[in-house]
């Protein structure tokens, strides 16, 4: 089975500007969270979605979204980048809850 | 609110040598612990949870539920245990919301 694919890997923005990260779960998965990884607040919970709903999440401001289609690929929002944004974004998928979550690579957001 | 801690940042331990990476957490009501870990240029992967009682890798960690501490343990460090490790914990209230703590880097020496 194919792991869970982020993309894209890399991406470098400017302040101000929106992006949109994608991640697409293992096939079968209908659960799929987001986390922000940086040096200084480590990993935190983003959201998370389940069969196109949204189900829990964190403590971010409404620039940060996201959503989930049919087939649970899953897409995150960034609108009016900030410089503390830049960030590794990761996606985890799982069968159903209470089951193990499957890390992605991750996107690599610089903001400039 | 929940909270997990990792009071170590880095460790460093022989070859051989028995290894412990600490975690403790605050939550009122009866949490699911896990143990993350990330090899250099790998991505995130589960190492351990506690409900599953498995040995993997030879790590270990027992959940002591009085003194809130959920330790990784093995007896033996290999020199292939170098990474970084995260304890992390998800709430009974049916969503899949981990809280990580800060990770250690664990540095195994030959």
């Known amino acids: 089975k194919a792991g869970v694919t982020q993309t894209p890997r890399y991406l470098i923005k400017t302040r101000g500007q929106q992006v949109t990260l994608s991640c697409s779960p293992i096939?079968?998965?209908?659960?799929v969270s987001w986390y922000q990884q940086t040096p200084g607040q480590g990993l935190q919970f983003l959201f998370e979605?389940?069969?196109?709903?949204?189900?829990n999440k964190g403590n971010f401001p409404g620039r940060f979204s996201g959503r989930q289609f049919s087939n649970s690929r899953s897409e995150m929002n960034v609108s009016t980048l900030e410089l503390g944004d830049s960030a590794l974004y990761l996606c985890?998928?799982?069968?159903?809850?209470?089951?193990?979550?499957?890390f992605g690579p991750g996107t690599r957001l610089t903001v400039t | 609110a929940q909270r997990v801690t990792q009071p170590e940042k880095l460790l460093s331990v022989f070859k051989g040598a028995p290894v412990e990476l600490k975690c403790n957490y605050s939550?009122?009501?009866?949490?699911?612990l896990f143990w993350y870990v990330q090899y250099s240029r790998q991505r995130l992967q589960l190492l351990l949870r506690?409900?599953s009682r498995e040995s993997i890798k030879g790590f270990t960690a027992d959940l002591n539920k009085g003194e809130t501490s959920f330790h990784l343990k093995k007896p033996f460090a290999q020199e292939e245990d170098s990474a970084m490790y995260y304890c992390?914990?998800?709430?009974?209230?049916?969503?899949?919301?981990?809280?990580f703590g800060t990770g250690t880097r664990l540095t195994i020496i030959p």
């Open positions: 096939s079968g998965h209908r659960s």
């Open positions: 939550y009122s009501g009866s949490p699911e």
């Open positions: 979605y389940f069969s196109e709903t949204q189900r």
């Open positions: 506690h409900i």
């Open positions: 992390a914990l998800r709430n009974n209230f049916g969503n899949e919301k981990l809280t």
């Open positions: 985890a998928s799982s069968a159903r809850q209470g089951y193990e979550q499957y």
